[in-house]
């Protein structure tokens, strides 16, 4: 069975550890809701999971391959990062910056019905003639959940996902990543949103300080001490 797993994790920067001992075992089909407090760690770990940034010590590996060793382009093809605020700063089309998901694979994506597909998924075909430049937030937001679909990488990590989305498309991508997980998947998402991370998250990462501070059923890590104790004012 595919595994992404994390040995002994740290990351700092100058004299700050920003990531302390993570340890963890990501396996296919599963919903995993990273939470935590701004500054705890959580988009820091993204980053070092999808190769942007280099841990200072400790190991990710996929299936007992260890990731360090492997190229960027290698890494892509397995893991996929929707990052927090997508920033394109070209007038791209849509269509383009979806098919760009391809790169992983050596080669742009020029199959309509693949990018149209994964813009559908994310109902945002209606922007593929749109300049990426042009579009909302929030639609930027779809357009690279879809690019990470054509990617068709087994991990997907999406940071804080929904935060620019009404009501409506927060539960159509989280919808999506159900279907994602249904099909084996690794799903990875940090997010403020306890109400969604209740409802669609196999397992909750809570992290405070760098660290795991407690993993498991939303039930068993948010209950009243850690409400009281890490989300209280």
């Not at 994790?9 to 963890?24: E, T």
């Not at 742009?108 to 990426?132: F, K, P, R, Y």
Request: charged share 20%; proline share 3%; aromatic share 6%.
């Amino acid at each position: 069975m595919n595994m992404l797993k994390t040995e002994n994790l740290n990351y700092r920067h100058g004299n700050k550890r920003l990531i302390s001992n993570f340890n963890y075992e990501f396996i296919p089909g599963k919903i995993y809701g990273i939470v935590g407090l701004n500054g705890s760690g959580k988009t820091t770990l993204m980053k070092i999971l999808a190769g942007i940034w280099t841990q200072t010590s400790g190991s990710i590996l996929w299936n007992d391959i260890n990731l360090l060793g492997v190229t960027r382009q290698e890494k892509s093809k397995l893991i996929s990062l929707v990052p927090q605020t997508p920033h394109v700063p070209f007038d791209y089309k849509v269509f383009d910056v979806v098919a760009m998901g391809g790169y992983a694979r050596n080669k742009l994506v020029n199959n309509e019905e693949t990018v149209l597909h994964a813009l559908d998924s994310v109902q945002g075909a209606h922007l593929t003639n749109c300049l990426i430049t042009e579009i909302s937030s929030g639609e930027k937001q779809r357009v690279f959940i879809a690019r990470a679909l054509v990617t068709k990488s087994p991990v997907i990590l999406l940071d804080e996902p929904t935060a620019s989305l009404d009501v409506k498309h927060k539960s159509i991508i989280w919808e999506l990543m159900v279907s994602l997980k249904n099909k084996g998947k690794i799903i990875i998402i940090t997010t403020h949103d306890l109400d969604m991370a209740e409802k669609y998250c196999d397992n909750i990462i809570l992290m405070n300080e760098g660290k795991c501070l407690m993993n498991g059923t939303f039930k068993d890590v948010m209950n009243e001490n850690t409400m009281k104790t890490i989300f209280s004012a």
